[in-house]
């Protein structure tokens, strides 16, 4: 089974961009698996953001996709996530994981707390 | 797309059993057969722990049950454990525009 690492700056400004990267290990960015970006909320809610096949194929959640984008690292065998235009209502436990199918997530990231303030 | 609303809590003594409810749509829980469950101890990432509302990954106990009526969801513990205090959060697939639609989350106490 695949272990994932998220990793990226812990602040960010408002209306800046957050960038967040996801190191897999244990296994290829290239198996056939949705891989996954979910924030949680300093209340605690999970909010699915996007997921990528190591196609380049991607769906986004509606409510971000006007910010939201997310690529795949083959030579890196990680894949990342940027949003941009933050708020504080970004600030948020930002998830890395992965889906083999059947709309579950099989398995998470330790996280990485984003913080949007100035 | 609404959260899915959970219980916020719910609690029960060693070895007994505790349910949790997670209240959909038709247009999510009730629309498909793919309900998740999933369990998040304090500082920690959550982990899978059914799927398709009733089938165990490899490796969990088989104390965790789930089962589907309608637009609700449930998730059984039975025989509770030290061990089994997290927080619990449902997921359904909610249609081609919202793949994951997760519940509010229950915070089990074991007694």
């Known amino acids: 089974q695949e272990q994932l690492q998220e990793s990226g700056p812990g602040l960010v400004k408002p209306s800046g961009t957050l960038s967040l990267t996801c190191a897999v290990s244990?296994?290829?960015?290239?198996?056939?698996?949705?891989w996954t970006w979910v924030r949680q909320s300093p209340g605690k809610e999970l909010e699915w953001i996007g997921d990528?096949?190591?196609?380049?194929?991607?769906n986004y959640n509606p409510s971000l996709k006007s910010r939201v984008s997310l690529s795949v690292d083959k030579s890196k065998n990680a894949f990342s996530l940027n949003l941009s235009s933050v708020t504080a209502a970004d600030t948020a436990v930002y998830f890395c994981?992965?889906?083999?199918?059947?709309?579950?997530?099989?398995?998470w990231g330790q996280g990485a707390l984003v913080t949007v303030s100035s | 797309q609404s959260a899915l609303t959970q219980p916020p809590s719910a609690s029960g003594s060693p070895g007994q059993s505790v349910t949790i409810s997670c209240t959909g749509t038709?247009?999510?829980?009730?629309?498909?057969?793919?309900v998740s469950w999933y369990q998040q101890h304090s500082g920690k990432a959550p982990k899978l722990i059914i799927s398709?509302?009733?089938k165990r990954p490899s490796g969990v106990p088989d104390r965790f049950s789930g089962s589907k009526s309608g637009n609700t969801a449930s998730l059984t513990v039975s025989g509770l454990q030290a061990e089994d205090e997290a927080d619990y959060y449902c997921?359904?697939?909610?249609?081609?525009?919202?793949?994951?639609?997760f519940g509010t989350g229950t915070k089990v106490t074991v007694l």
């Open positions: 997921s359904s697939h909610g249609g081609s525009n919202n793949p994951f639609v």
């Open positions: 244990g296994g290829s960015i290239s198996r056939y698996v949705y």
């Open positions: 994981a992965y889906s083999t199918g059947w709309y579950r997530l099989d398995s």
């Open positions: 038709s247009s999510d829980v009730g629309g498909y057969d793919f």
């Open positions: 990528i096949l190591h196609t380049g194929s991607i």
């Open positions: 398709e509302v009733n």
